[in-house]
């Protein structure tokens, strides 16, 4: 059993932009595409940054209102001439993920760096897609059936001593439900922990029992 991967539901091919791109093209690469947020790319494809709808807000938040009660935020700082590019706009050094890393992995980089999207790397560390916290949480739509045939078959049906024949699996908007009985009191723990691994698995209920004190299947 395997969780999906970053490659099963990230966006690719990816919208990108160059260093020099324009403020006004970037909001319109945005809207175009209804994305939140652009990788910043060298020649080679390579990931220099990410200029995201806040760095954008920033510099509208910056302008003059006479009437407002807060202090305006500082601007980017324009380059030459007075553009304002994606350079100037974009948080430096993104972290980054791979096609192979799976949904679990990625969704704890995000947790732990407090991140709404990752520039997924090929082999040769050019991005080749992105996967934002609502691409992650698809595997949450996973449909019943396909859980519960997963964890009947995958989970159940690998464990030493389990039999699934002893075992009722209920699934529900992805909570799960286990009933029956397993051999030894130490497998209801495994088996519970197994189930939780699932993707698209929300909760997991235990009704299990262990030798003699079985339990009712479901």
Do not use: W
Request: with cysteine; net charge negative; hydrophobic share 45%.
């Amino acid at each position: 059993m395997r969780h999906a991967t970053v490659e099963s539901v990230m966006t690719s091919p990816v919208v990108r932009v160059a260093p020099e791109t324009g403020f006004r093209e970037i909001v319109a690469l945005l809207t175009e595409y209804d994305i939140t947020g652009v990788p910043v790319v060298d020649a080679e494809g390579r990931p220099l940054g990410i200029v995201s709808e806040a760095d954008l807000l920033r510099t509208l938040a910056a302008q003059e209102d006479p009437g407002a009660l807060l202090p305006a935020p500082e601007a980017a700082p324009a380059g030459p001439g007075g553009a304002v590019t994606a350079a100037d706009l974009m948080t430096g050094q993104p972290v980054c993920t791979t096609p192979g890393t799976s949904v679990v992995a990625a969704a704890r980089l995000m947790s732990r760096h407090g991140l709404k999207r990752l520039p997924v790397l090929d082999e040769d560390g050019r991005v080749t897609g992105m996967v934002s916290r609502g691409d992650l949480l698809r595997v949450f739509l996973r449909e019943d059936v396909v859980i519960r045939r997963e964890i009947v078959e995958e989970v159940l049906g690998r464990i030493d001593g389990v039999s699934p024949a002893e075992i009722g699996v209920e699934v529900d908007q992805g909570r799960v439900v286990l009933s029956g009985t397993v051999p030894e009191p130490y497998l209801v723990p495994i088996v519970l922990n197994l189930c939780r691994s699932v993707d698209g698995v929300v909760s997991v209920t235990d009704r299990l029992g262990a030798g003699g004190a079985a339990a009712p299947v479901g």
